[in-house]
């Protein structure tokens, strides 16, 4: 059965040893994380892929165990599990829901989204910072609709592959995948190199303090795949928004592309949006919280006493400034 082949081995394991002459098999635990994943992925997902998951080789003794459970595995096939119940205890003596045999490299996603809420929710043997860790982030309401195509790619790089008996790992593979689909994903995502501020002293008189200094907090960005999710599906790549200087590089939050000069003058949506962000925002100095909560207290006096169309002409200047730059990328 011809099997893909074309893909680039990414691994980091210690010990190999040759099943037949395609197919290897390791002996540690492979965690699912490379190099490319903070480009890619929201942070929980790069902690979950890092500290909590990983993919591991069937061994005779997992077979025997999974064997009395009326479950059929190959030796060498691929499996899914929780680090540490894996490090520290027996196949035998493993809980239930801590490990997951996904049929095709598509379905290890979803067995990862299994694995957390099944298991490591209720793990004892995750260490207590670690799980304090990822507490953390999963109320980050971060997401990014991007995911699941990135991890199938990732899950290649590794040098994982679909075959007809599950997945299985090859120690040696051909380095046109690497030039070809992990290439083609860091070309589709745009970096924010060009990234500036948006607004200048001059536009000062034209806001309230609260706007203004909101405005302050973000520079210019622009979309990226990583960042199609709900109603920005419609977005193009290379289209100019607006992101968090302290977190803009990450996926999933803090990234606003509003469509319309409509949506983004509306004070109640791009504006507040861009608010909330910044006050759960982590990167952002509690200084530079304390002084948003400040300003925003004495916004709508402030703006009760400034001339009609005042705020509307500052946030004009400030989308000009966002769709100029991106005219001038193009040049």
Same mark, same amino acid.
């Given at each position: 059965?011809?099997?893909?082949?074309?893909?680039?081995?990414?691994?980091?394991?210690?010990?190999?040893?040759?099943?037949?002459?395609?197919?290897?098999?390791?002996?540690?635990?492979?965690?699912?994380?490379?190099?490319?994943?903070?480009?890619?992925?929201?942070?929980?997902?790069?902690?979950?892929?890092?500290?909590?998951?990983?993919?591991?080789?069937?061994?005779?003794?997992?077979?025997?165990?999974?064997?009395?459970?009326?479950?059929?595995?190959?030796?060498?096939?691929?499996?899914?599990?929780?680090?540490?119940?894996?490090?520290?205890?027996?196949?035998?003596?493993?809980?239930?829901?801590?490990?997951?045999?996904?049929?095709?490299?598509?379905?290890? =996603?979803?067995?990862?989204?299994?694995?957390?809420?099944?298991?490591?929710?209720?793990?004892?043997?995750?260490?207590?910072?670690?799980?304090?860790?990822?507490?953390?982030?999963?109320?980050?309401?971060?997401?990014?609709?991007?995911?699941?195509?990135?991890?199938?790619?990732?899950?290649?790089?590794?040098?994982?592959?679909?075959?007809?008996?599950?997945?299985?790992?090859?120690?040696?593979?051909?380095?046109?995948?690497?030039?070809?689909?992990?290439?083609?994903?860091?070309?589709?995502?745009?970096?924010? &190199?060009?990234?500036?501020?948006?607004?200048?002293?001059?536009?000062?008189?034209?806001?309230?303090?609260?706007? =203004?200094?909101?405005?302050?907090?973000?520079?210019?960005?622009?979309?990226?795949?990583?960042?199609?999710?709900?109603?920005?599906?419609?977005?193009?790549?290379?289209?100019?928004?607006?992101?968090?200087?302290?977190?803009?590089?990450?996926?999933?939050?803090?990234?606003?592309?509003?469509?319309?000069?409509?949506?983004?003058?509306?004070?109640?949506?791009?504006?507040?949006?861009?608010?909330?962000?910044?006050?759960?925002?982590?990167?952002?100095?509690?200084?530079?919280?304390?002084?948003?909560?400040?300003?925003?207290?004495?916004?709508?006096?402030?703006?009760?006493?400034?001339?009609?169309?005042?705020?509307?002409?500052?946030?004009?200047?400030?989308?000009?400034?966002?769709?100029?730059?991106? &005219?001038?990328?193009?040049?």
């Amino acid at each position: 059965k011809e099997d893909q082949r074309d893909t680039n081995s990414y691994c980091r394991t210690n010990t190999i040893q040759v099943i037949c002459e395609k197919y290897s098999s390791f002996t540690k635990i492979l965690p699912l994380s490379i190099s490319e994943d903070n480009n890619n992925l929201i942070s929980l997902h790069c902690f979950v892929r890092r500290y909590l998951v990983g993919v591991f080789c069937t061994s005779e003794e997992d077979i025997e165990a999974r064997g009395r459970q009326g479950m059929i595995v190959g030796f060498g096939q691929i499996g899914l599990c929780c680090q540490y119940c894996r490090s520290l205890s027996r196949p035998t003596d493993l809980p239930k829901g801590s490990m997951y045999y996904p049929s095709s490299l598509s379905r290890v =996603y979803n067995a990862t989204m299994n694995l957390l809420h099944r298991h490591i929710e209720h793990c004892k043997l995750i260490p207590e910072d670690v799980r304090e860790e990822y507490n953390i982030l999963k109320s980050d309401p971060a997401r990014s609709g991007y995911s699941k195509k990135y991890w199938f790619h990732a899950l290649r790089k590794l040098g994982l592959v679909d075959t007809a008996n599950g997945i299985r790992f090859v120690s040696s593979m051909k380095t046109s995948f690497e030039s070809t689909s992990i290439q083609a994903i860091k070309s589709s995502s745009y970096n924010d &190199e060009n990234a500036c501020d948006v607004v200048t002293p001059d536009d000062k008189v034209l806001a309230t303090d609260f706007v =203004y200094y909101l405005m302050k907090q973000m520079q210019r960005c622009i979309f990226k795949e990583t960042d199609r999710m709900g109603k920005r599906n419609a977005c193009h790549i290379g289209y100019p928004g607006l992101a968090c200087k302290y977190c803009s590089h990450k996926c999933g939050s803090g990234r606003f592309f509003p469509s319309q000069f409509k949506t983004f003058s509306d004070l109640s949506k791009t504006i507040k949006s861009m608010y909330n962000h910044m006050l759960k925002c982590r990167s952002c100095p509690e200084s530079i919280k304390q002084a948003i909560i400040t300003l925003e207290k004495n916004h709508e006096k402030q703006k009760a006493g400034m001339k009609f169309g005042q705020i509307k002409m500052f946030l004009s200047n400030v989308w000009n400034q966002l769709h100029e730059c991106k &005219e001038a990328d193009l040049k």
